[in-house]
């Protein structure tokens, strides 16, 4: 062949070249040769009728390939005779005609596989699991229609029955035919039936991302197809961006907070973080469900049917769901409207969410379920926090809150009725900044945040995601809105919170502490009612089921706390045991022996040190 540097737009087109490729029998040589040459041809800027010619010359040197077989029944062509859009295929034995398919032996019919045109056209390799699907075209009254199964349906006689219901021909009778027929046709033609990688994930795949930068289809769930096609562009950039800059300049920090956690979804992967959940809180009317549909239509169609969902549904929805979208924040709308599945259990929820990993499951076959697995952010809004829902630390720890005040949106109808119009336009911009920035700056950039950030009172999860978000906003502003409207550390530390808040334990205290200054009758023998101990010189002597009973009402461990109070010299001990002995009434008691004043000593007084916090710092007289 002639060197690549001397074809030029016109001699790379020449017969010869193709005759010179379809010559080569060496199968590598041949890939090797198309693959140089459409590459010269790009140069040249022939690409496109460069392989227009090829997929013609492929075509005519299959059927020439095809029609060099030994015919062992003379009366057969050997192919499929379907009118339509598909392509002809070789079947070997079978007759495939307009009136269905059959099999024969020895040149007679012997029976009936399917009794309407069908075939399969692809292929599907989905990318994270390796599994296939396979694309059938069948024909029935006249027209052609599509599906995509499972490969397995169509190799078991006993699975492939239930396409009956999507209007194929098979019953118990046929199935073990049409099962042949299928497999027949496919490994026939396996060289010329395309295969179509596929994933049931959206987002990151390597450097690529899931719909923006592949020819890569969806084949997951189709609970999940709506919302998949929602990712999607529509309206006109300008428009989009000359809106939410008009927004961002208004200084509501609910709007470039949730903008923020929005872009940040995608960022999680990429910077080693846990998903974790940003909650905009409030009164009703202060524009919460605007702004779920601004930060949706980042990335998709913000109509309710479309890509943001809620809580109406169960756990298992919800990992399947958060699986699908992968690396895409998931946006629920109102914490309060949840199923009772969800609210039975508001607290697993949160964690298992923020783990990015659904639970084991076996499926029918006592096999183990792929696992779902996501790192993004999960966005929500309701009248009240979404803590307010949990009481672990834990749990807390892995929510953002941002409190929604009143009148966010001057016209928030129109802010409404402009997303619905213009929205997926900035998703794809987004992700063209972060590969042209590259992970390692993003990575400094964050790590640049984590200090400005750092606080020996907040909890380190938190400023984590915090550090991520704000990361995602200086990558959005800069290249996106470039409005200089960041957010500053300052606002950004308003919604974390501070260490002893969190602690489950500190919590306890703090519980403990107002159930007896809410109930000091119940410490008081000469009040006829129920009695949970005694008051005495700052501290609370509390019955040791009493003490049980408060705890577990409130949702905390007792014997957590006691270990962390005796390490706080929160509680007095006696013999290694994290109780005392009390008489009462003559009777000895085994109490917690509660101080009241974290700050009080062993005898019931405050140390000097802690006064002076107190004293004024100028006298009331000289």
Same mark, same amino acid.
């Given at each position: 062949?002639?060197?690549?540097?001397?074809?030029?737009?016109?001699?790379?087109?020449?017969?010869d070249i193709f005759l010179e490729i379809f010559d080569q029998e060496d199968e590598i040589m041949k890939a090797r040769m198309i693959l140089s040459l459409t590459d010269?041809?790009?140069?040249?800027?022939?690409?496109?009728?460069?392989?227009?010619?090829?997929?013609?010359?492929?075509?005519?040197?299959?059927?020439?390939?095809?029609?060099?077989?030994?015919?062992?029944?003379?009366?057969?062509?050997?192919?499929?005779?379907?009118?339509?859009?598909?392509?002809?295929?070789?079947?070997?034995?079978?007759?495939?005609?307009?009136?269905?398919?059959?099999?024969?032996?020895?040149?007679?019919?012997?029976?009936?596989?399917? *009794?309407?045109?069908?075939?399969?056209?692809?292929?599907?390799?989905?990318?994270?699991?390796?599994?296939?699907?396979?694309?059938?075209?069948?024909?029935?009254?006249?027209?052609?229609?599509?599906?995509?199964?499972?490969?397995?349906?169509?190799?078991?006689?006993?699975?492939?029955?239930?396409?009956?219901?999507?209007?194929?021909?098979?019953?118990?009778?046929?199935?073990?035919?049409?099962?042949?027929?299928?497999?027949?046709?496919?490994?026939?033609?396996?060289?010329?039936?395309?295969?179509?990688?596929?994933?049931?994930?959206?987002?990151?795949?390597?450097?690529?991302?899931?719909?923006?930068?592949?020819?890569?289809?969806?084949?997951?769930?189709?609970?999940?197809?709506?919302?998949?096609?929602?990712?999607?562009?529509?309206?006109?950039?300008?428009?989009?961006?000359?809106?939410?800059?008009?927004?961002?300049?208004?200084?509501?920090?609910?709007?470039?907070?949730?903008?923020?956690?929005?872009?940040?979804?995608?960022?999680?992967?990429?910077?080693?973080?846990?998903?974790?959940?940003?909650?905009?809180?409030?009164?009703?009317?202060?524009?919460?469900?605007?702004?779920?549909?601004?930060?949706?239509?980042?990335?998709?169609?913000?109509?309710?049917s479309a890509y943001i969902g809620d809580f109406k549904t169960t756990e298992v929805a919800l990992e399947a769901k958060a699986d699908m979208l992968n690396h895409l924040?998931?946006?629920?709308?109102?914490?309060?409207?949840?199923?009772?599945?969800?609210?039975?259990?508001?607290?697993?929820?949160?964690?298992?969410?923020?783990?990015?990993?659904?639970?084991?499951?076996?499926?029918?076959?006592?096999?183990?379920?792929?696992?779902?697995?996501?790192?993004?952010?999960?966005?929500?809004?309701?009248?009240?926090?979404?803590?307010?829902?949990?009481?672990?630390?834990?749990?807390?720890?892995?929510?953002?809150?941002?409190?929604?005040?009143?009148?966010?949106?001057?016209?928030?109808?129109?802010?409404?009725?402009?997303?619905?119009?213009?929205?997926?336009?900035?998703?794809?911009?987004?992700?063209?900044?972060?590969?042209?920035?590259?992970?390692?700056?993003?990575?400094?950039?964050?790590?640049?945040?984590?200090?400005?950030?750092?606080?020996?009172?907040?909890?380190?999860?938190?400023?984590?995601?915090?550090?991520?978000?704000?990361?995602?906003?200086?990558?959005?502003?800069? *290249?996106?809105?470039?409005?200089?409207? *960041?957010?500053?550390?300052?606002?950004?530390?308003?919604?974390?919170?501070?260490?002893?808040?969190?602690?489950?334990?500190?919590?306890?205290?703090? *519980?403990?502490?107002?159930?007896?200054?809410?109930?000091?009758?119940?410490?008081?023998?000469?009040?006829?009612?129920?009695?949970?101990?005694?008051?005495?010189?700052?501290?609370?002597?509390?019955?040791?089921?009493?003490?049980?009973?408060?705890?577990?009402?409130?949702?905390?461990?007792?014997?957590?706390?006691?270990?962390?109070?005796?390490?706080?010299?929160?509680?007095?001990?006696?013999?290694?045991?994290?109780?005392?002995?009390?008489?009462?009434?003559?009777?000895?008691?085994?109490?917690?022996?509660?101080?009241?004043?974290?700050?009080?000593?062993?005898?019931?007084?405050?140390?000097?040190?802690?006064?002076?916090?107190?004293?004024?710092?100028?006298?009331?007289?000289?």
């Open positions: 062949m002639e060197p690549l540097a001397r074809l030029d737009s016109k001699s790379i087109l020449a017969e010269r041809a790009a140069e040249l800027g022939v690409k496109k009728k460069f392989e227009e010619l090829l997929k013609a010359y492929k075509k005519v040197d299959r059927e020439a390939k095809q029609r060099e077989r030994k015919k062992p029944i003379a009366m057969l062509d050997k192919w499929t005779n379907f009118e339509g859009p598909y392509n002809n295929m070789f079947c070997g034995a079978w007759i495939a005609g307009e009136d269905g398919v059959y099999a024969q032996n020895d040149s007679q019919v012997d029976a009936v596989a399917c *009794y309407h045109p069908i075939l399969p056209v692809e292929r599907m390799k989905n990318l994270e699991t390796g599994e296939e699907q396979i694309k059938i075209a069948y024909k029935r009254n006249g027209r052609w229609d599509e599906i995509i199964v499972p490969k397995t349906m169509v190799t078991s006689a006993s699975k492939i029955v239930a396409l009956s219901g999507r209007g194929i021909s098979v019953t118990s009778e046929n199935a073990k035919l049409l099962v042949r027929f299928l497999s027949d046709v496919e490994n026939m033609n396996d060289s010329h039936i395309k295969v179509q990688y596929s994933t049931s994930k959206l987002g990151w795949i390597q450097n690529d991302f899931i719909p923006y930068d592949t020819e890569i289809v969806f084949d997951g769930d189709q609970r999940f197809r709506q919302t998949y096609d929602s990712v999607s562009e529509r309206g006109n950039w300008e428009i989009w961006q000359s809106h939410m800059q008009k927004l961002r300049k208004s200084g509501r920090l609910e709007i470039k907070f949730m903008m923020a956690a929005s872009f940040a979804s995608v960022l999680v992967s990429l910077l080693g973080g846990l998903p974790f959940i940003v909650d905009l809180w409030g009164e009703t009317e202060g524009g919460k469900t605007v702004s779920l549909m601004v930060v949706a239509s980042i990335w998709a169609n913000p109509d309710e924040p998931m946006i629920l709308d109102d914490t309060s409207k949840t199923s009772s599945r969800i609210r039975d259990n508001f607290e697993g929820m949160v964690y298992d969410m923020c783990s990015g990993k659904g639970k084991s499951r076996s499926n029918k076959e006592l096999g183990i379920n792929r696992e779902n697995r996501w790192r993004n952010c999960i966005l929500t809004n309701g009248e009240r926090p979404l803590n307010s829902y949990v009481s672990q630390g834990g749990a807390i720890n892995r929510i953002l809150e941002v409190e929604c005040k009143d009148n966010v949106y001057e016209d928030p109808q129109e802010t409404a009725e402009l997303v619905k119009k213009n929205y997926g336009l900035a998703g794809k911009r987004y992700i063209e900044a972060l590969k042209s920035i590259g992970k390692e700056e993003l990575q400094r950039m964050q790590k640049e945040f984590q200090k400005e950030l750092k606080d020996d009172e907040a909890m380190q999860k938190q400023s984590l995601s915090l550090a991520i978000l704000l990361t995602a906003d200086k990558v959005a502003t800069d *290249y996106l809105f470039r409005d200089g409207e *960041y957010i500053t550390i300052k606002q950004a530390k308003t919604v974390l919170i501070n260490r002893n808040d969190l602690s489950d334990n500190e919590r306890c205290y703090r *519980y403990l502490k107002d159930k007896i200054a809410m109930n000091e009758q119940k410490f008081d023998a000469e009040n006829k009612v129920e009695q949970w101990g005694i008051l005495e010189e700052g501290r609370a002597i509390i019955y040791n089921q009493a003490f049980k009973d408060l705890c577990k009402n409130g949702g905390f461990s007792d014997k957590a706390f006691l270990s962390w109070a005796d390490r706080k010299g929160l509680i007095e001990t006696q013999g290694g045991r994290m109780t005392k002995v009390k008489k009462v009434g003559g009777n000895p008691v085994r109490c917690v022996f509660l101080k009241l004043n974290e700050n009080l000593d062993e005898d019931g007084f405050e140390s000097v040190e802690t006064m002076e916090m107190y004293e004024q710092e100028e006298l009331p007289f000289k």
